[in-house]
């Protein structure tokens, strides 16, 4: 059983920054892709960075390109997002996942595709 475990949420003014990060429990975290997701109150859950296995290859919802930073550190069995200029409509509670899925360059912007959750961090940005 994989457990993935949120961290590094609050509160921050627009404008700010925050860098959230996700502990994975496996031994096999380099064999997982990764993902960033989050949900605003009144909304579905949303895409907002993937990466790859080795990290080689990243991808991001349009509206935070330039802005949020996804990473990872496979030797601390830890994934990373780093959100800067941050804005209102950035408040949600973001969650980390983890899918078995693909091979070392795949990853995925649908939800359905990661088998593995974190229970999520809240995000609230004040204007």
């Known amino acids: 059983q994989v457990q993935l475990v949120e961290s590094g949420g609050g509160l921050v003014q627009a404008g700010g920054s925050l860098r959230l990060s996700c502990a994975h429990s496996g031994r096999t975290f380099s064999t997982y892709a990764m993902g960033w997701f989050r949900q605003a109150p009144g909304k579905e859950r949303e895409f907002v960075a993937a990466?790859?296995?080795?990290?080689?290859?990243?991808y991001y919802k349009d509206s935070v390109k330039g802005r949020f930073t996804i990473s990872r550190d496979n030797a601390k069995n830890t994934l990373y997002l780093q959100m800067t200029t941050l804005k209102s409509e950035d408040t949600a509670v973001y969650s980390c996942?983890?899918?078995?899925?693909?091979?070392?360059?795949?990853?995925?912007?649908?939800?359905?595709?990661?088998?593995?959750w974190g229970q999520g961090t809240q995000v609230t940005v004040s204007s």
């Open positions: 996942a983890a899918t078995y899925y693909g091979g070392q360059y795949y990853f995925s912007v649908r939800a359905d595709d990661y088998m593995y």
């Open positions: 990466i790859t296995r080795s990290g080689s290859m990243t």
